[in-house]
């Protein structure tokens, strides 16, 4: 009886690859992509030599991990983006100028944007807070 060899490597590293790839272009991974590439990973594993199965709750262990870390930054971008609206109220009713001078005027209101801190003037024009805005 012949048999004849196992070549799932290739394969292996195409869907992982795929993958990392896929999951960079998010700026990270959820576990829906970690599942997916572990599922690959298991279809194209080398029947022969099968995968430790150590090393799967290793590399869950880590994704959880990372996935903690990324949470708790998350949590932490929301406190920061609090504070500095805490921050940013002190500016309504002065004076500010954006860094290039083109805008300048009374500031209304603030609110927090994707970008940022937007601080709205009484002529309806936006400045984001940044290097270079002048309060006065």
Known sequence: MSV?????????AEAGATGMTQASAKAG???DAFLKLLVAE?????PLNPTDSTEYVAQF???STVEQSIQTNKRLDTMMAVSALTQADALIGR?????DGS????V???RA???GIQATLTSGKTIMLGGGVAVS
């Open 4 to 12: 004849s060899a196992v070549s799932s490597a290739p394969k292996a």
């Open 29 to 31: 991974m959820d576990y």
């Open 42 to 46: 298991m279809n194209n594993q080398d």
């Open 61 to 63: 262990a880590s994704f």
């Open 95 to 99: 004076t500010m100028t954006s860094s």
């Open 103 to 106: 805008v300048s005027g009374e």
């Open 108 to 110: 209304s209101s603030i």
């Open 113 to 115: 944007v994707d970008g």
